[in-house]
């Protein structure tokens, strides 16, 4: 029971709920006007009470929470599993070491040749326009790849890929944060700040030596296709562009 409360406790920070209503002077005049009045109750019915407020407190909580009951069992559990991205929502990240690797079989590629080797259709932000390099990585016996990239400026960089696989990324929230916005109508994430951010291989594995850190991040999904993009932008700015793919 304590490591429920625990745990309900550490959602508060994903709620944005309004101030409760101060109850204390009511409880303590009730209280003053039955002195001894009502017996004390057995332990079983203590223990019975406890469990029906937590139940409550869950499900309040589940309809709370945008994303529902995934979110919810995620949250409990430091994770947040979102569009084919794993979060650790920790306080204390391990920063990486040491130069990053590029993404497995990572390569160069024009934008026609990338939309023939990836299975999804590669949108452009007309906010940003035609991207000054494009990658693709990953590639599975087929010779398919599993992520496209659109790099921007040298600092802004869209990576794409199929929402309905395994985590493809890893990110370690720590003191940067993650909250919930909107793409377009529906749920996204957004990582405000530096983190760490790893890449999770076909097997489930996660790629240590990708790690690197990654500027601040918005993360959504649509038509069945898992984006994030970072660079140095405000949520607001980063919302705009993501809203303006074609």
Do not use: C, N
């Amino acid at each position: 029971m304590d490591d429920l409360e625990r745990e309900l406790r550490d959602l508060s920070a994903w709620l944005e709920t309004p101030e409760p209503p101060d109850v204390t002077a009511q409880v303590r005049a009730r209280l003053a006007a039955e002195p001894g009045s009502a017996p004390a109750r057995p332990r079983w019915w203590r223990r019975r009470w406890r469990y029906a407020v937590a139940a409550a407190l869950a499900a309040l909580l589940i309809a709370l929470l945008p994303p529902g009951r995934a979110a919810l069992a995620d949250a409990v559990t430091g994770l947040l599993r979102f569009a084919g991205i794993t979060i650790s929502t920790s306080s204390e990240p391990v920063l990486p070491t040491g130069s990053p690797s590029p993404l497995p079989a990572q390569r160069s590629a024009e934008l026609e040749e990338a939309q023939r080797a990836v299975r999804f259709p590669i949108r452009v932000p007309t906010k940003l326009g035609p991207p000054e390099r494009v990658l693709v990585a990953d590639p599975d016996g087929t010779g398919s790849h599993r992520v496209a990239t659109l790099l921007y400026r040298g600092e802004l960089r869209l990576d794409a890929f199929d929402g309905r696989l395994d985590p493809v990324f890893f990110k370690q929230a720590g003191g940067a944060g993650a909250e919930w916005t909107q793409v377009g109508g529906q749920q996204a994430v957004w990582v405000g700040g530096p983190h760490p951010v790893s890449y999770v291989d076909r097997s489930g594995t996660v790629r240590e030596e990708s790690a690197r850190l990654a500027a601040a991040t918005l993360i959504w999904e649509e038509g069945g296709v898992s984006y994030r993009l970072e660079g140095q932008l405000t949520m607001t700015e980063a919302v705009e562009i993501a809203t303006s793919l074609e």
